[in-house]
Nanobody, 125 residues
Framework: VQLAESGGGSVQSGGSLKLSCIMSGITYDSYCMAWFRQAPGKEREAVAILDTDGSFDYADSMQGRLTISQENAQNSLHLQMTNLLPEDTAVYYC????????????????????WGQGTQVTVSS
């Protein structure tokens, strides 16, 4: 499995960005997808998760400002971010892991086996 993110960049506070992740080599029927971020000096944290049945969840810190979606035809995962704040500045990572043996996805990074290389998002005030 390979994941490749794109769409990061620099925006001013209040701006929007759409991140994309092309996923290839997937052999699972059911799996979890997620977007994580890691700011300098901080731990990596999940901001959005989505499973192949369409169930999703968002981190409280970004609730109401994110939309996670999957485009099956292109096997891509997207993250639309709006009203970005300077504290959203981080490297954003796409991640994927098997749903089995659990039947739910999680915000825990330990549930995700495959990771992209990350894309930088910088929000200036």
């Amino acid at each position: 499995v390979q994941l490749a993110e794109s769409g990061g960049g620099s925006v001013q506070s209040g701006g929007s960005l759409k991140l994309s992740c092309i996923m290839s080599g997937i052999t699972y029927d059911s799996y979890c997808m997620a977007w994580f971020r890691q700011a300098p000096g901080k731990e990596r944290e999940a901001v959005a998760i989505l499973d192949t049945d369409g169930s999703f969840d968002y981190a409280d810190s970004m609730q109401g400002r994110l939309t996670i979606s999957q485009e099956n035809a292109q096997n891509s995962l997207h993250l639309q971010m709006t009203n970005l704040l300077p504290e959203d500045t981080a490297v954003y990572y796409c991640a994927m892991g098997a749903l089995f043996p659990f039947n739910y996805c999680s915000m825990s990074s330990s549930r995700y086996t495959y990771w992209g290389q990350g894309t930088q998002v910088t929000v200036s005030s």
